[in-house]
């Protein structure tokens, strides 16, 4: 439309400065004949009759577009901002998931929604991942130990301050004596911290000697609930993520096995949860590492 506008008010000014404007230097007489235009003026009015409808059509079709890009923006508006209940998946009573059953009681892609180990068995993940990766990920949660621990996000002007609730899972203390560095995980767009992807990363790195906190925005699981109740994005969300590092690096509480340096303790996000690390890593000069996986450069991009 940039680029018409200025073709289409130059068409539409000349169609109508010719039909409205032209002739007045012409000025004859009534009563005195002109026949130097005889037999066209059917096909003067006819060009005018045109003109005024092909200016009108094309306006009708900005008009109709430009109320189909309102009502797309109020839509999206909508579903970025509005909770769904897809943050509390496996997180209420009634789901009772924890970490000893929480491979094969969730969602995964290929697999859909698994109710046992031997759902993997038919080859539902492959090829991207093999069965025997699902049972080697299911003993070492049955192994290891894990708790859920709660921690305030970060106090900020202006800002609600929400208790939120995270997973702590540290890697074998016998296999990877500490300290141990530590990694805040956080999820994306309606997602929690049960959810695959947070799962499935910190199998991974549990593996290679790393503790982790997956940690869920507020509203979010069994986080605390925030007064407005909307989905944040860049308003809040962050000082959630920032909580969840202080806790990690300060364990204020005494249930991580001690304080560590800030050079120990990194951030890693999934899209949205990406989003929001970017974020937090420019309001915390002294997180040393940040690991985005798919996250959009603007919310408004996720709903085009």
Partial sequence: WA?????????????????????RNDYKPLGTPDRTNAGACCGCSLSKILSICCCVLIFIIIAAYVALVWIGQSQGTTQMLQLTPNILFYCTPGDAVDMSNVTYNIWWPGCDFVTSMQNFTDGCLEPCVDAQIMFDM???????????????SRTASGIETVQLEGLWLPADAKKFPGPRPRIVVQHGFQANMFEFRQQFVAFLLRSLGFDLLLSSFRDHCRSGQSRERVFHWGDAYPFDTLGAWDYAKDDPDGLLGGSMDASKVGVLGFSKGGFTALNALGLEGQIPGLWVDGAPSEPKTVYG
Avoid: D, H
């Avoid at 018409?4 to 169609?15: D, E, G, S």
């Avoid at 299911?138 to 894990?146: F, I």
């Fill in 3 to 23: 680029r018409l506008k200025p073709q289409v008010l130059t068409f539409c000014r000349a169609r109508w400065a010719k039909m409205f404007s032209g002739g």
């Fill in 138 to 152: 299911q003993k070492l949660n049955e192994e290891l130990p894990s708790k859920l621990i709660a921690y305030p």
